[in-house]
């Protein structure tokens, strides 16, 4: 038991460091772009999206460096399953959220394309450059879409996140921005090691640690931010971040592993964790359309329910029973 202590409790400081050095690399890099006179709505999109996905992509390229691409994959594809389960589930269950139309026929559409295209890359056992590569290559036109679109209708809750953006100095945004990115890097690299050292000595696959330990650590922001916002009642903030957040791990957590490190994967990627990820996907869009068919046919707005969110929920936890043999070790 003493052997484990370092690594888990490098692994605690690794989350704990991410989390704080993903907060203050965003408020550099939202107030270095603020003093650029770059408008909120577009640092909401751009900056603060990609910022907050930093932990993932960080242990990703880190991992990959390390020979562990199978924690980077297992990273971002846990990460996801957090993301809708733990995350939307918690917060439906903390508040009803209120859907509109976009979200099934723009987010959810997109969403659903990129988890196919994803599970393409997967589907014959190898990550290769070119694939990732192309993948990763998709979120250009789509940041630019959306900054074409979300530029002709701004929500409330879009303000709101202007309103967030930090009123700085330019020496004080470049100050955080340096030690966010330095606190970053190094809380990855601790991270990995961790999760490498205590899957090497309890005996199970870096993936495995990848899918649960870690993604649930990196998946903590956007639990926090989902339930203030949903609490707060900016809704479209709580739910949108869920599918911002998993479009990222999609196209650029591991993607950059694939560019890195080509690797060969285990089946069980793609026929149990990629599988349980598109079910939990399919099932999510189901809700949304059926929440919205329900409104129109009464005339009411459209609400994803407690209820909802209870079944995403048990689903998460009967993924956990699906991976537990391969926690055991049976």
Same mark, same amino acid.
């Given at each position: ?9 490098? @692994? ?48 990703s390229i880190n991992a990959a ?52 295209i994803a599970g393409f890359c ?30 002709? @209708? ?56 990848? @899918?649960?330990?870690?993604?649930? +650590? ?63 996907? @399919? ?17 009411l707005p459209a609400v994803l ?9 048990? +689903? ?15």
């Open positions: 038991m003493g052997a484990m202590l370092l690594p888990i409790l490098g @692994l605690l400081i690794g989350v704990l460091g991410l989390l704080w050095g993903a907060d203050r690399f965003v408020e550099g890099s939202a107030g270095a772009a603020r003093n650029f006179g770059i408008s909120p709505l577009i640092i909401g999109l751009t900056v603060v999206s990609i910022g907050t996905s930093a932990p993932e992509v960080l242990v460096l390390s020979n562990a691409a199978e924690l980077a994959v297992g990273n971002a594809l846990g990460s996801n399953m957090a993301n809708i389960g733990l995350v939307l589930g918690a917060t439906l269950l903390i508040a009803p959220t209120p859907v509109q139309k976009h979200l099934l026929t723009q987010e959810g559409a997109v969403l659903l394309v990129i988890t196919a997967l589907y014959d056992g190898y990550l290769g450059r070119i694939e990732s590569a192309i993948l990763a290559g998709l979120i250009f036109p789509l940041v630019y879409i959306a900054i074409r679109y979300k530029k002709t @209708l701004v929500s409330p809750e879009e303000v709101a996140i202007g309103e967030d953006i930090p009123d700085i100095t330019m020496g004080a945004a470049a100050l955080w921005f340096i030690v966010g990115l330095a606190v970053l890097l190094a809380s990855a690299e601790v991270t990995v090691w961790s999760a490498k050292t205590i899957a090497q000595s309890l005996g199970i696959s870096e993936l495995i640690i990848g @899918l649960t330990v870690v993604a649930i +650590g990196t998946s903590l922001p956007e639990l926090a931010a989902s339930v203030v916002s949903a609490m707060r009642g900016h809704h479209d903030i709580a739910i949108g971040n869920v599918f911002g957040s998993n479009l990222f791990n999609l196209m650029l957590v591991m993607p950059a592993a694939g560019i890195i490190s080509p690797m060969t994967i285990s089946p069980m990627v793609f026929n149990r964790d990629f599988a349980s990820l598109a079910i939990m996907t @399919l099932l999510l869009i189901a809700m949304v359309a059926l929440a919205l068919n329900k409104a129109r046919r009464n005339s329910s407690r209820y909802l969110g209870a079944i995403l929920v048990a +689903g998460y936890i009967g993924y956990y029973v699906v991976l537990w043999p391969a926690i055991v070790g049976n």
